[in-house]
């Protein structure tokens, strides 16, 4: 396929040569006015590092890039104007933080030295070494890192798109409902609250269950649990993947009254008459379904890998990014890297896991173009987190590995019990972190205290 470089530089040879054979001045005037305007966006088409999204993986990365290999070295292809720090959505959906501390303007968090190309990847092109983008431009590069994030596929339940923020219906994952979940809890006067979770991969696998606690205890401060019945439907068997946090969780869903539906999968919304429809997936009643009525309803739709992955030479047989789960390097494209909610990582998709692996992708990424002694960290273990908040003032930090399934807790004391230091760390201090260390590519997680605290714990 033709570049547009290359098309708009046939076409200056092909007007030359017009021109020299029958000169017409309305034509020439005009196209001199169109050449005098400065093309929008106008940069490079080749770069040694090309990273594919904007999001908490690709500037993680592109931020240590660009600062080491200078100006314009590094492009970050990403459409959105906006950039979300996303695990603040929980307490935004309830009430507990401003919606605005969640953005920033996208050219306000783009690295400084790299090429911010606004546009969306389309197709990859990984034995030419090429992308893509939206509007036909093809970019070249010497590296290349997909860092685009999950697909939240809202309209695999019937009738969510339409009945999303109305009526009681919302979900923590749009930028566009989270405030309503706040809106509907305030104004939950009793009757059904459902909390659903659908089959994994999604991305924070504990924030379907977390925005269900804080509700409840909203509810209790309201006067109206006694009149509330809470239930959480999962797609899976299980309340969480490690047992550790399993079992706490389970107690305090005992103690607050709260119902656990295991195998069940949301599918449909009948918006008129206020009843959510599930799947049956396991069991004797396998294959049936059952409908609930709602008068609040907590919705998280089954995600997936991005459609333009799936169809790509990347992707492994279920759309993602096919990556080594140590090195994070493509298993067949030797130049390629992919981190974070798109790739195939098999560990929960946090941001907390992505500070982990966009050490490790560096370290390699940068012996690749300058060899020598490779420095640490050099293996990714799966090391992810999910701050389960359990409360409007306590929280339990669940820290794993997503390999083992084993706690990788930092702190000197069980993090399984809910505590209120843990929640002002996650609330207040961890956002400062993301925006001015994690984004600039200075947070690699926390690896190297948890082995400081435990060295004088231990
Ligand atoms: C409600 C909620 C609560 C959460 N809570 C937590 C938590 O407590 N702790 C935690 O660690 N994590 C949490 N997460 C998960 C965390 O936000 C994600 O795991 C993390 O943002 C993933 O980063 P990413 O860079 O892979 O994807 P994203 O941050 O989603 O970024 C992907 C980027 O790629 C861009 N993009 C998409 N398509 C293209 C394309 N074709 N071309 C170019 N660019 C493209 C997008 O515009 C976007 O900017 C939560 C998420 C949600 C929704």
């Known amino acids: 396929m033709l570049s547009s470089t290359a098309l708009s530089s046939f076409g200056s040879a092909a007007r030359l040569s017009a021109r020299a054979h029958s000169f017409q001045p309305r034509r020439f005037l005009a196209q001199a006015a169109a050449a005098s305007v400065p093309k929008k966006d106008s940069h490079p088409s080749s770069y040694k590092v090309v990273v594919v999204g904007g999001g908490s993986a690709g500037l993680a990365v592109a931020s240590t890039l660009s600062r080491t290999l200078g100006d314009k070295a590094v ?92 009526n009681g219906v919302t979900s923590n994952y749009s930028a566009q409902s989270v405030e309503k979940t706040d809106e509907f809890i305030k104004e939950f006067k009793g009757g059904n609250a459902l909390f659903t979770m659908p089959p994994v991969p999604i991305k924070c696998a504990g924030a379907p269950q977390k925005i269900m606690y804080i509700a409840e205890e909203l509810w209790r401060d309201a006067n109206v649990r006694s009149k509330a019945n809470i239930q959480y439907y999962t797609a899976g068997g299980a309340i969480f993947p490690v047992a550790k946090y399993a079992n706490e969780l389970l107690k305090i869903c005992k103690k607050r009254d709260l119902g656990l539906n295991y195998f069940t999968n949301l599918t449909e919304i009948k918006p008129d008459s206020k009843e959510a429809v599930f799947d049956i997936l396991a069991g004797e009643a396998k294959g049936t379904q059952v409908t609930m009525p709602y008068d609040f309803l907590h919705v998280v739709p089954p995600m997936s890998a991005p459609d333009f992955i799936k169809a790509s030479p990347l992707s492994n047989a279920d759309g993602w990014v096919d990556v080594n789960k140590e090195t994070m390097r493509h298993t067949k494209f030797n130049n390629v890297y992919a981190l974070g909610d798109c790739s195939s990582l098999p560990t929960s998709k946090t941001a907390a896991a992505i500070t982990a692996q966009s050490g490790v992708l560096k370290t390699h990424l940068l012996h690749d173009i300058f060899g020598g002694e490779m420095s640490y960290p050099r293996k990714y273990d799966g090391y992810t987190s999910c701050p389960l908040i359990t409360g409007t003032e306590k929280l339990i930090l669940a820290e794993f590995s997503g390999y083992t399934l084993q706690p990788q807790e930092t702190f000197p004391f069980d993090q399984s019990k809910e505590r209120l230091s843990t929640y002002l760390l996650t609330k207040e201090i961890i956002p400062d972190i993301y925006w001015d260390s994690m984004l600039k590519g200075r947070w690699q997680g926390p690896a190297a205290y948890r082995k400081l605290l435990h060295a004088f714990s231990d």
């Open 75 to 166: 492009a970050v292809v990403e459409p959105a104007d906006v950039h979300y720090y996303q695990p603040l959505w929980t307490f935004v959906g309830g009430g507990l933080k401003p919606f605005e501390e969640s953005k920033k303007p996208m050219k306000d968090v783009m690295p400084r030295k790299a090429q911010w190309i606004k546009e969306a990847v389309a197709t990859f092109a990984p034995e030419e070494n090429k992308v893509t983008l939206g509007n036909g431009e093809t970019i070249s590069y010497d590296y290349l890192v997909v860092a685009a994030g999950i697909q939240v596929n809202w309209d695999k339940i019937k009738n969510l798109p339409q009945a999303l923020g109305k």
